[in-house]
Structure formats: C-alpha cells, structure tokens
C-alpha cells in the first residue's frame, strides 16, 4: 500500500494536465491580443472559448488595433491569424462605432465582432455541429426607402473639458486647474482640428522662515491645423497656435507653420504598419517675460524640422519609433535632435520583453533668462533649465509560466 502512495501522488499531479487536454478538443484556443478589450466580459459572457495567455498555445491569434477617428470615437481592426493546424488561414474584420458610445455598449459590439470573425475556424474544425445560427430576417429591397440624412453639423465635433486637483497637507498646499476645448472636423479628405487650453498650478510651502515659499506657473495655447489628404501616400497642411507659458519664458509666442508628409504605406494600412517622414517650416514670433541669455525681449524666427516615424503592430508585438530634427535658418548651430523608441517583443513561448528609450540633443534654448536661476525655482520647476541634452530608458522582462489558460473570472477580496 506504501509503494502505492508516491504512484498517486504522481498521478494527481498529471491530472491537471491531462484535464486541459481534454478541454482543449472541445473548443478553441484564443489569443486575444486586445490592449483595449474588457477580459472579465470575454471571460463571463463569451465563456465557450479558451482564452490561453500565450501566442504559441492558441489556435488562432486575435490581434485587435484602433485608431481614433473624427468623432471622438474609435474604428477598430481585428485580424484572425490561424495558428497549429490553421496556420495559413487569415481573415480581417473592421468595425467603426458612433460617438459617445457607453462603455458597456461598446463592449458588446467588440465581442460580437470577435465570435463573428472566429466563424470559419470553427468550421474547419470538427466542433461545427456545435455552432447554431441566427440570421435577423433582412428587409426587402422594396421595403428600404434610401434616405440621405443631412449632416446639420457638417462632421464637427465639439467637446469640452475642465478638471482640478487639491493637495493639502500641514506643510504644504497644491492647487491644478485645467481646461480644454477642441472643435475638429475629419472627412476623408480634410482633417482640421482646433483646441483652446489653460493649466495653472499654485503651490505653497510652509518653511521655518517669517514667509512662505509660494509657486505658480501657467500654461495657455490656442492652436490650429488643417490637413489635405493629396492622395493615399502624401498630405499637406497648415498649423497656427498662439501660446502663453511661464516656464518657457514666454509671455507670447505666435507659430506659423506650413508641412507636408509622405507616407511609406497607404494610409488605409495605420493600423498595422506605418512609415512616414514630414518637413515642416516654421515662422515664430516671441514676446519674452524677462530678458533671455541672448539679451532678447522680442525676436521673430525662422526654423525647420523634418520627422521620421515608424509604428508597427504586429503578431510578434509592437515598435514605435519617431526622430526628429530641427534648426533655426540664422545659425545651424542652434539645433535639436530627438528620438523616442519604444518596442514590446514576444520573445518565445511565455517571454516577453519591452525597451522604451528617449534622448534629445538640445542646442536651441533660446528663451532662457539671463542671469542665475533661484533655488526655489530649480526645485520647484517654475523655469526652464539649460541643459544640452536629456536621456531616459527603461527595460521589462516577462515569464509567464503554469496553466495555459486564462478563463476564470474571481473579483471576490
């Protein structure tokens, strides 16, 4: 009976694995890689599939995309890659939503999308006597009156914003109030978009001396652009902003900037893949609060930037990158070179990695004012610092390993 003991034991142990085979053959096994999706909702209401955690289980990888379109609401791509026995089998799917769109609404609407998508798989597989379908009783052509609904706000879309924020402590006190207004406008050929905002922070610090330390900075632009869609790799636009900040020294800055952009891929494929390079030229008027390290009041300028951007979002993870260059007309000297990256890798099965960096090489601070910064200024951020460059990065590594499947929903404590 002894000997018997560790022979259990051992078979208890292979239990669990030999249970997730067995529910593996009785329906299929879903990747879905959805930043934006609602998993708990998948989990309880579309429980019939397995929702394994790593690409190299699945038997069909569900990448799901968006991108945000011109009413403040969404249009989504999913993309059904057949994995294992369905290696070879695609299908891509769209879906566009109206705005202000509730929560739940729009998550209902990206669960349908998904079990609609996964339709053919199912058929291929020995699991479609299961599958029972539903066919709302279409209309008839004679019944449809064709009706052409007039746009009364010609595709303008409003919005309106404001918050705040208080910190209080015995020692010290912060006040943020913020607003924005935008008003855009998007078609397939135009994209115009103008917005109003204003931050304004106040801090106060209570210290040993007779007085307290008292901190206040604001931040106010007016900005607009209108972009035309020339064909389905070029662009070409108009940007203007009118802008106030205390930080930068700025008590008005006036921007005039006409730009165009060629893209690699047509604009239709953003979702996925995206190569651009945009040159801009700029024409900028400054009013300064004080007198900058270039003994300057006032001074009008004349610079140009040119920007490279690569986005992908693909089946093995997601890279960004974007460098961007700029120099005023007058002196090359006074330049900037920025570069931000980022990239998320599925490395192999259950390892993922993740890499952000951002450097910027930085010549061109002409609004600094002239003389020596205080120390309250310096700690509490209120200025602009000389600086001639700035790095940061980070780094994340991910294993994951154990039980293939992801399905169970608990929120109890």
């Known amino acids: 009976m002894l000997r018997l003991f560790p022979l259990l034991t051992f078979a208890l142990c292979l239990s669990p694995l030999f249970s997730q085979t067995e529910t593996a053959k009785t329906t299929l096994n879903v990747f879905l890689d959805c930043s934006f999706c609602d998993m708990t909702y998948f989990r309880t209401n579309v429980s019939y599939l397995n929702y394994v955690r790593d690409r190299e289980t699945a038997d069909v990888h569900v990448l799901a995309t968006r991108v945000r379109g011109g009413t403040n609401s969404f249009n989504y791509t999913f993309d059904f890659i057949g994995l294992k026995e369905f290696k070879g089998e695609q299908l891509q799917l769209e879906l566009s939503e109206l705005p202000n769109i509730a929560r739940l609404q729009r998550t209902q609407n990206i669960a349908k999308k998904v079990e609609a998508g996964l339709v053919p798989f199912w058929i291929k597989t020995g699991l479609a006597e299961q599958l029972q379908l539903n066919i709302k009783n279409p209309t008839s052509k004679q019944q449809v009156a064709v009706q052409q609904v007039e746009d009364v706000w010609k595709n303008w879309v409003f919005s309106i914003e404001a918050g705040g924020s208080a910190n209080v402590e015995s020692s010290k006190k912060r006040f943020v109030g913020w607003g924005r207004i935008q008003g855009n406008r998007v078609t397939e050929t135009w994209r115009i ?221």
Request: net charge neutral; glycine share 4%.
């Open 193 to 413: 978009r103008n917005q109003i905002f204003a931050r304004y922070q106040r801090q106060r610090f209570e210290t040993d001396e007779d007085a307290p330390i008292i901190s206040a900075t604001e931040r106010n632009y007016i900005s607009s652009s209108t972009v035309r869609s020339i064909n389905d790799h070029v662009s070409a636009g108009f940007f203007a902003s009118v802008a106030r900040s205390t930080y930068n020294n700025l008590d008005l800055e006036t921007r005039l900037a006409p730009a165009f952009e060629y893209s690699l891929f047509p604009y239709s494929e953003v979702n996925r893949r995206e190569v651009t390079i945009a040159y801009r030229f700029n024409q900028t008027y400054r009013d300064y609060n004080e007198l900058t390290i270039y003994e300057k009041l006032e001074e009008a300028l004349w610079s140009q930037s040119l920007v490279f951007s690569t986005r992908l979002q693909q089946p093995w993870g997601s890279f960004f990158t974007q460098i961007q260059g700029s120099h005023y007309l007058h002196n090359l000297d006074e330049n900037r070179l920025e570069m931000n990256t980022r990239l998320s890798l599925r490395v192999t099965k259950g390892l993922s990695v993740s890499l952000r960096g951002e450097v910027e090489v930085i010549n061109d601070q002409r609004s600094l004012p002239a003389g020596d910064i205080s120390f309250e200024d310096l700690v509490l951020s209120q200025r602009q610092i000389a600086t001639n460059f700035r790095v940061s990065g980070s780094v994340g590594v991910n294993y994951t390993f154990g039980s293939i499947y992801n399905n169970v929903v608990n929120t109890r404590l």
